[in-house]
């Protein structure tokens, strides 16, 4: 199971961090992504992290604002969100990653930014 | 920039047969590209369908295979169902550890 906290309302260029806390399966062996969801439109890939947070990687759009990063201790995964800007405003799903696909997914958490 | 392309909408008939595909604006899909596949109904999040091109995520009935056809990959549902009226979504690894997901198909079974 993963369940995503810390989405809200927030104004541009304003920062949000996205907790994203795993149960039931080896977190430690499972590389993670964040995939958001912009309302009414498609899926799109924002970051991953491998299993032990050595290697990260990032949509275009995201790159240098958002950092990806977890806590293998505490089963839990993080997206540091900085410098938001109104076009990041989406549903936020993490998944777990297997075979270069993804597995679990979350139920999301809604950032909004909007002055 | 690579884009993936999906039908940006399908009908199927109840019982019937639907082959969704997703491509490359430029170049074929391969298993390579590790082919994925997700549906999700509207306020829900996505659920795994097939991963690595064609094999079953775990609970996912047989009716829905994947497979290589051409230059694309594809997701064909056999005896559809009303249940399976969803958005589906292929998503594609491009290497050094990006991927991107096709624009949604969206299925309506009637």
């Known amino acids: 199971q993963l369940v995503e906290s810390g989405g809200g309302l927030v104004q541009p260029g304003g920062s949000l961090r996205l907790s994203c806390a795993a149960s039931g399966f080896t977190f430690r062996n499972y590389w993670m992504h964040w995939v958001r969801q912009a309302p009414g439109k498609g899926l799109m890939w924002v970051s991953r992290?491998?299993?032990?947070?050595?290697?990260?990687t990032y949509a275009d759009s995201v790159k240098g604002r958002f950092t990806i990063s977890r806590d293998n201790a505490k089963n839990t995964l993080y997206l540091q969100m900085n410098s938001l800007r109104a076009e990041d405003t989406a549903m936020y799903f993490c998944?777990?990653?297997?075979?270069?696909?993804?597995?679990?997914w979350g139920q999301g958490t809604l950032v909004t930014v909007s002055s | 920039q690579t884009v993936v392309t999906q039908e940006p909408s399908f009908s199927v008939s109840p019982g019937g047969t639907v082959t969704l595909t997703c491509g490359l604006s430029s170049g074929s899909v391969s298993t390579t590209y590790y082919p994925s596949w997700y549906q999700q109904t509207p306020g829900q999040a996505p659920r795994t369908l097939i991963y690595?091109?064609?094999t079953r995520s775990s609970g996912v009935p047989d009716r829905f295979s994947g497979s290589i056809l051409g230059n694309k990959a594809a997701l064909t549902i056999t005896g559809a169902q009303a249940d399976d009226e969803s958005d589906y979504y292929c998503v594609l690894y491009l290497g050094s550890g990006n991927w991107v997901f096709g624009g949604g198909t969206k299925l309506t079974v009637l």
């Open positions: 992290i491998n299993i032990d947070g050595s290697a990260t």
């Open positions: 998944a777990s990653g297997y075979s270069l696909g993804f597995t679990y």
């Open positions: 690595s091109t064609n």
